[in-house]
């Protein structure tokens, strides 16, 4: 257990912009691999569909595509080079809901995974999930905190503002 923490790492980075917050995305998205999941909690309005956004245009999800909250569907598929799943699963009870509708087999595979409020299924959450809290600072600023395997968010989070705290 000690040592499988040792292996990961947390950055952050106040964004002072949704603008700004798209753009830190759009370089993470770029870098990405099938089987990568971004696991994102924080509250109503804090940037996840707004990062989330970043990502598709950085996966080379074009542009016509708006990136929205999945809603009555709880998931939204994209295509590209490498697929995007984006999940929104606000309106689920926990992971057992999660099981139940069989989309842990997205997990599995081709793809990149987003879930939007996560924390709900954090106990089903593969061991090396990207884990992305937003917190709502002020109108403009939110503070965007990325946990995940070291050597795989040194390579994300190159070019970009963030640090490693
Ligand atoms: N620095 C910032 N980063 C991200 N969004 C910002 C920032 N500053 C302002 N905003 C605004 O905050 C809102 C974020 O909304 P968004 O839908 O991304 O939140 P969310 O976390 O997905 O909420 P929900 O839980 O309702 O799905 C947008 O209107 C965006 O323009
Ligand atoms: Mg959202």
């Known amino acids: 257990m000690a040592e499988k923490n040792q292996d990961r790492l947390k950055a952050q980075i106040i964004s002072s912009s949704a603008e700004q917050t798209k753009a830190l995305a759009g370089i993470i998205g770029a870098r990405l691999q099938n089987g990568d999941i971004l696991a994102l909690s924080g509250e109503l309005g804090s940037g996840k569909t707004c990062f989330t956004g970043g990502l598709a245009l950085g996966l080379g999800i074009g542009e016509k595509y708006r990136i929205t909250s999945p809603t009555f569907t709880l998931i939204n598929e994209y295509p590209a080079k490498i697929k ?82």
């Not at 081709?110 to 939007?116: A, F, H, L, S, T």
């Not at 593969?126 to 795989?152: Q, W």
């Open 84 to 165: 995007l799943y984006h999940f929104d699963i606000y309106r689920i009870k926990d992971y057992t809901d999660f099981e139940d509708l069989g989309y842990e087999e997205y997990f599995n595979g081709d793809g990149v995974v987003v879930i939007e409020w996560a924390e709900k299924i954090a106990e089903i959450l593969p061991d090396d999930s990207f884990m992305i809290t937003f917190e709502y600072l002020d109108e403009n600023k939110r503070k965007i905190v990325m946990e995940g395997p070291a050597h795989r968010l040194k390579e994300l989070m190159k070019d970009t503002k963030m640090e490693v705290v």
